[in-house]
């Protein structure tokens, strides 16, 4: 079993930054299949970010060159830096575990319970 905690939502303005963290504990041996998911009210989960278990890290086109995501292995956490926030990027932001390449659509077997980020002004 694996227990994600996710932390760092809030209400920020459009082009304001936040920063969420997810602490992973439980039989979780790497940072590397750790990623995030977003889903808006009305819309499809999506990935945003990920540190898949090949090595490499995923971003969606969306936020691509305002996010960034990074880990603590000695922690099992990882962050997800998002600057240069849009209303469209509203959402519940889910932590998820483990992320294979070729389910980065789906997400893993394991979720966090969500943190809420909300952008308007």
């Known amino acids: 079993q694996v227990q994600l905690v996710e932390s760092g939502g809030g209400l920020v303005q459009p082009g304001g930054s936040l920063r969420l963290s997810c602490a992973a504990s439980?039989?979780?041996?790497?940072?590397?299949?750790m990623g995030w998911y977003r889903q808006a009210p009305g819309k499809q989960r999506e990935l945003v970010a990920a540190?898949?278990?090949?090595?490499?890290?995923y971003y969606a086109d969306s936020v691509k060159g305002r996010v960034t995501i990074s880990g603590d292995g000695a922690k099992n956490t990882v962050h997800l830096q998002m600057n240069g926030l849009k209303p469209e990027d509203t959402a519940v932001y889910y932590c998820?575990?483990?992320?294979?390449?070729?389910?980065?659509?789906?997400?893993?077997?394991?979720w966090g319970q969500g943190t809420q980020v909300t952008v308007s002004s």
């Open positions: 998820s575990y483990p992320i294979y390449v070729g389910m980065l659509n789906q997400g893993g077997r394991y």
């Open positions: 439980g039989m979780i041996f790497s940072i590397n299949g």
């Open positions: 540190m898949a278990t090949d090595g490499i890290i």
